[in-house]
């Protein structure tokens, strides 16, 4: 990742949405002076200000911003279908994880090594079991990064009927 080219791709996205220095900076949630030192080439984009640009201009495509690979901007009804994909692919994933055996092996796992689950059911009263449940009332996703074998990023960002 050449972080100049990054940055390039940086400003030409604020060109685009025909903001300001004070403005972009301010919709990232960072100072004016931040962004100034960023485009400067003094810092470097953190991934906290990739991430703010992500969540401000969710049609931004991340290979494009990194990699300069593809369009800039991709079209919202595209991203839906490529979140639908991704929606899909990680309800599969859950699903598998839950159908994992009490001695923690996975159903397809002929390995001998597989992975266990401490099956401590003495737990302190201050302690209690992580279920769904009380799981989705911890945290919210707000998006999820998917690297591929490929070099690629996809982003999804889950929609509010979005349940663990």
Do not use: C, W
């Not at 903001?19 to 004016?32: D, K, Q, V, Y």
């Amino acid at each position: 990742m050449n972080t100049n080219e990054v940055v390039g791709r940086i400003r030409k996205l604020q060109m685009l949405k025909g903001l300001s220095n004070n403005e972009f900076a301010e919709l990232l949630g960072i100072s004016p002076a931040a962004l100034s030192h960023i485009y400067n080439g003094r810092n470097a984009p953190s991934m906290t200000i990739l991430e703010a640009i992500f969540r401000k201009f969710p049609n931004v495509n991340f290979n494009h911003l990194i990699k300069g690979e593809g369009n800039l901007l991709e079209p919202l009804n595209e991203m839906k279908d490529n979140n639908t994909l991704f929606s899909n692919q990680l309800t599969d994933n859950y699903n598998t994880v839950n159908r994992m055996d009490e001695s923690g092996k996975h159903p397809n796992s002929d390995s001998k090594e597989a992975v266990s689950i401490p099956a401590n059911k003495n737990l302190e009263s201050s302690q209690r079991e992580l279920t769904n449940e009380n799981i989705s009332n911890l945290f919210t996703i707000v998006k999820v990064a998917l690297f591929t074998s490929d070099g690629k990023v996809i982003f999804y960002t889950p929609t509010q009927d979005f349940n663990l």
